[in-house]
């Protein structure tokens, strides 16, 4: 398999894990399955490319953000491997990354305040997935053919959030609370291997493995 294909599908299927769309269809619901279809979707819609703009702006600008702040790709990696961990854990204990209620179902206002919260930050463009396109842009020199890879794969999870999400209902009532539990608790345990291999190589970045292993 070419070697750009497997980074780029390595790259899909672990922002796909990160969007977690079946794990965020009860939180969607929970926040706009109170307004009508057309407003469900135009809330959906904004939450999905707003959170598109706001990755990509620290796909584009995260390299200068790390190099501002004086922080090195190794100490990031360990910052984005505790993260990682974190959501994972979230995952595992089954915990709600956001909570919002509406303050009236009638407020047009209202509707597109929670497009940005809590949909598009943190439900959708959460600190996951922010850390994790970093880790891919910012981590060293600018490439362009990775920054490319990195809008697809973006694009593509988005796309897949949004299908998914303006699927809630059905899905909830097909797979049912327990299949979700299963897949998410699944998503989790991938998603805390990861975040280990990652902290492994901040390690290695910094090269502290070299001091406690030898």
């Known amino acids: 398999m070419n070697e750009h294909l497997f980074t780029f599908l390595k790259m899909l299927l672990t922002f796909i894990m990160l969007l977690d769309p079946i794990g965020n269809t009860p939180s969607f619901m929970a926040v706009a399955g109170g307004y009508d279809r057309k407003t469900q ?9 707003i959170s598109f703009i706001v990755l990509m702006v620290f ?40 909570k919002h209620t509406p303050k009236s179902l009638d407020d047009p206002q209202d509707a597109a305040t929670i497009a940005v919260f809590p949909l598009a930050f943190p439900l959708i463009a959460g600190p996951g997935m922010i850390t994790t396109i970093m880790l891919h842009t910012a981590s060293g020199p600018f490439d362009l053919v990775n920054l490319g890879m990195v809008v697809v794969a973006t694009f593509i999870g988005l796309v897949l959030e949004y299908f998914v999400l303006r699927s809630s209902s059905k899905l909830l009532s097909r797979i049912g609370t327990t299949g979700m539990f299963v897949m998410e608790k699944i998503v989790g345990l991938i998603l805390a291997g990861l975040a280990i291999q990652i902290v492994y190589d901040g390690f290695e970045k910094l090269g502290l493995l070299n001091i406690f292993f030898n």
């Open 59 to 98: 796909a584009v600008g995260g390299y200068f953000i790390l190099t501002f702040f004086g922080i090195t790709p190794g100490a990031f990696y360990i910052a984005g491997g505790i993260i990682f961990f974190t959501i994972a854990l979230e995952m595992i204990q089954s915990k709600p990354r956001s």
């Open 41 to 49: 979707l135009l809330i959906l819609k904004k939450a999905i490319v």
